[in-house]
């Protein structure tokens, strides 16, 4: 106590001084106009900055919680749609969304985790996609969650065909730019031009025809080649990837039973 009173009598002076000036500050603030709307104002901005980051803070957890509604009402429309497609085409395909947790895409092998798993009716070899196209084929089913070998992945291979004609050919990835990939198996005779649409072609059960897998960049057609090195750019973009939806076939099962009992 002793040194807590020899502390304020040394700093008294300094101590009386600050007392003053928070004393003048408050009477020239509430009697002369200006002085007191320019502290008034700046106390508003700092409520209303305050306001803003809280409401920003706010808006970002809201967006995320809009972006999963977003992503199971683009399912559920999907899923109107194949059911139309279903009555003429004899197809039973359902969409389920997903969420991707967890994703590489500077390896050759790349790999994405999803949500979903065998408590959610994922199998293996069920195709994967997005709003924008192609994404991946499911490798790995647990309970709750599952492994995705995207487009990115160079043990995935992809059947294909151009939206202008038909023309089938095999997407799969060079290990290089994860925006790109090869088309191959598309003959000399094949006329391809830059901008022609890819397209899934429907041949495995996997995906159904006609869901988009990129736009091609460029083609290299060399003297006495006999086929195009085809170099498209991806519909999907990896970087930004986050919800996805399961490609769920009801024929898949039986489809792939006949195909394996032709082996």
Known sequence: MQNLLKILLRYSNFLVFIALEVAAFILIGLNNPYPRSSVLSTANDAIAWQHKQMSEISGYFSLRSQNEILAEE???????????????????????????????????????TI??????????????????????????????????????????NLSCRFLKNDYIGTLQWDGK??????????????????????ITSGLSPVFPEGIPVGIVENSV??????????RVRLSTN????????????????????????MD
């Open 74 to 112: 683009n399912a559920a429309l999907r899923n109107q749609i194949s059911a139309m497609d279903s009555a003429q085409n004899h197809e039973s395909i359902h969409y389920l969304p997903a969420k991707a947790v967890q994703m590489t895409t500077d390896h050759l092998h790349n790999y994405i």
């Open 115 to 156: 949500n979903r798993g065998s408590n959610d009716g994922i199998q293996r070899g069920q195709g994967v996609r997005n709003s924008d196209g192609v994404v991946g084929i499911v490798q790995t089913v647990g309970m709750n969650y599952s492994i995705v070998l995207p487009v990115i992945n160079t043990y995935t």
């Open 177 to 198: 730019d994860i925006r790109y990939a090869l088309l191959t198996d598309v003959a000399s005779h094949m006329v391809v031009n830059t901008g022609d649409t890819i």
């Open 221 to 230: 057609l060399k003297d006495g080649d006999s086929y195009h090195t085809i």
């Open 238 to 261: 990896f970087k930004r990837l986050k919800y996805v939806e399961i490609v769920q076939n009801g024929h898949q099962q039986e489809l792939e039973e006949l195909t394996n009992g």
